[in-house]
């Protein structure tokens, strides 16, 4: 995480330090330039208490998660403990890249650091309600970003989050695969076979669907009768949903529109039955 912006005096001594030395040096090195006591606060394990880092953002995030609200809820406790109830003393407490400095020399910040150290050895989390909100909302930035680019129309990330816990996922995309074609294939979509945008093709096809656009590109050049290929796409394409491959290529054939679709609902029916273990004369 980046470091707070150099606004007070302790900010601009702490833009001084030198790149590369260690955060335990940094409580030495600062003492010498204020001639004050520092110290850093510590998480339940006696180590330095951490904001989340661009790894865990990408990783796991029930981890991002728990760091980042345990990280700005011990700072949002030593600030209200370093003023005297008429505001904050920011000189006294700041944000140093991922860690929290503060004056170990004043009784209320030092009481404040021991708790928070003492409650986190107790339990992992200081705010458990907005660790989970912040779970929530990296799943929902992490799908906007890269598995729901290409939504159906009328669903948004917020149906995939939805649907994905239905299925038993949990908000962590480190422990949970966040599978956005499997997701939306569990509610009857299907992407295209060339560009990847969904359709929703109905259960009585197999086969490989295309969406308008590229069912269009497909046959474009090909001597295919406009009006055969129009009546497809207004009627049988629309009523299953998609195009199919199939279809086309039997109609770029010269196969009469109404025998191919015929051949390719009763294939479909066909492996329906022999899947359902019946009999079929088709």
């Not at 799943?139 to 729901?148: F, R, Y």
């Not at 680019?149 to 995939?160: E, F, I, Q, W, Y």
Request: proline share 3%.
């Amino acid at each position: 995480m980046n470091a707070t912006a150099v606004t007070t005096q302790t900010e601009s001594i702490l833009d001084r330090y030198p790149y590369g030395m260690r955060a335990w040096d940094l409580i030495d090195w600062l003492g010498e330039e204020t001639g004050g006591e520092w110290a850093l606060v510590l998480d339940g394990t006696d180590e330095p208490l951490e904001d989340c880092t661009d790894n865990e953002l990408n990783g796991h995030t029930c981890q991002a998660a728990i760091h980042h609200s345990n990280f700005n809820q011990a700072f949002y406790l030593m600030r209200e403990s370093s003023g005297d109830g008429h505001g904050h003393d920011t000189d006294k407490v700041v944000q140093w890249g991922e860690y929290i400095v503060y004056r170990s020399d004043v009784d209320s910040l030092r009481e404040c650091a021991e708790e928070i150290s003492r409650a986190l050895s107790d339990y992992p989390m200081l705010d458990d309600m907005r660790c989970s909100e912040l779970e929530d909302e990296y799943l929902h930035e992490n799908l906007s970003s890269w598995e729901c680019r290409n939504l159906p129309d009328g669903v948004d990330v917020g149906d995939v989050i939805e649907w994905g816990h239905d299925m038993g996922l949990s908000s962590c995309t480190g422990c949970s695969s966040w599978d956005a074609d499997e997701i939306l294939g569990s509610q009857g979509y299907e992407p295209c076979s060339d560009c990847n945008d969904y359709v929703t093709p109905g259960d009585c096809r197999t086969g490989e669907p295309l969406c308008a656009e590229c069912a269009e590109f497909y046959v474009r050049g090909e001597d295919v009768e406009p009006d055969v290929y129009d009546r497809y796409v207004r009627d049988y394409a629309t009523n299953q949903g998609a195009a199919y491959r199939a279809d086309l290529d039997a109609l770029i054939d010269g196969e009469p529109l109404d025998m191919a679709v015929r051949r390719a609902y009763a294939e479909a029916f066909r492996k329906e039955l022999e899947a359902a273990g019946q009999m079929t004369l088709i």
